[in-house]
């Protein structure tokens, strides 16, 4: 993590602050042990949160990736920037984006590392700001290399070329983490038992689309306060860390796996 930390409104600090930051050193906001941070684990190739961003005006235009290699989410068109909101007391009084449905999303071309191929363990700390088909939380840069989130024929779907889904649309704010493991993949709402499990088929993930699809410009509505991704198959007890970390920082409850 670099030495600089961003301030509230979008300009770099010359020392890290613990209330507003989250550690280089893995130490808890206000506390003074040794905690969990996701850079922990390894193979970790992407970590953005709304916290670390830079703003046009009150629009995010770039998070900056907290993983250290580099693979920040873009947004340069002024009129698709999602809009930036300090705090936001669905996640704890974190900062969030708001992403209008229409043509706001935020995307990484490629990943510093390339295609990820599964196995991919992904998480992303929102919600579905309206319950209707085709909403997407998280995609891939090209149609046929992706993983989503979505929402689908009244199902809760996660995609990679088959899709596992459980019955019914959801539009809490939830912890949503998904296991991309072809035959062997789960999708779980804040732990617990996941909600669907299954064959999501080998598509690979090239890039990433945080609240919209694969087709440039095609925006969907969702806040959206962290997303991370991992080319690797986390175990339980890893996904624990993972999920109570979030859980902890946007005042959410994980339940163990």
């Known amino acids: 993590m670099s030495d600089a930390c961003l301030a509230p409104q979008g300009t770099k600090r010359l020392q890290p602050v613990i209330d507003f930051c989250i550690p280089p050193q893995g130490l808890k906001s206000g506390g003074s042990a040794p905690a969990f941070v996701p850079t922990d684990i390894s193979d970790l190739q992407g970590w953005w949160d709304a916290e670390f961003k830079e703003l046009n005006g009150g629009d995010v235009s770039k998070l900056i990736d907290q993983s250290g290699n580099g693979n920040d989410l873009l947004q340069t068109i002024a009129a698709d920037q999602p809009i930036w909101n300090a705090t936001d007391?669905?996640?704890?009084?974190?900062?969030?984006m708001t992403f209008d449905g229409t043509t706001e999303l935020m995307e990484l071309a490629a990943f510093a590392a390339g295609d990820l191929s599964q196995p991919n363990t992904?998480?992303?700390?929102?919600?579905?700001?309206?319950?209707?088909?085709?909403?997407?939380?998280?995609?891939?840069?090209?149609?046929?290399?992706?993983?989503?989130?979505?929402?689908i024929s009244n199902n809760s779907h996660m995609y990679a070329g088959a899709s596992i889904s459980a019955s019914?649309?959801?539009?809490?704010?939830?912890?949503?983490?998904?296991?991309?493991?072809?035959?062997?993949s789960d999708y779980f709402w804040d732990g617990g038992t996941a909600i669907a499990t299954g064959d999501v088929?080998?598509?690979?993930?090239r890039g990433y689309v945080m609240s919209g699809s694969n087709t440039a410009g095609t925006g969907k509505p969702s806040t959206q306060c962290a997303a991370l991704v991992?080319?690797?198959?986390l175990s339980n007890s890893e996904m624990n860390q993972v999920g109570n970390f979030f859980g902890d920082r946007f005042a959410l409850t994980w339940t163990d796996i």
């Open 122 to 151: 992904i998480f992303v700390v929102g919600k579905f700001d309206t319950e209707a088909h085709g909403n997407i939380l998280m995609s891939g840069m090209q149609a046929f290399r992706r993983h989503e989130f979505s929402q």
């Open 168 to 184: 019914g649309y959801d539009s809490t704010p939830r912890v949503h983490a998904g296991r991309f493991n072809s035959t062997s």
């Open 230 to 233: 991992y080319n690797k198959l």
């Open 89 to 96: 007391a669905n996640f704890g009084n974190k900062a969030s």
């Open 201 to 205: 088929s080998t598509q690979d993930l």
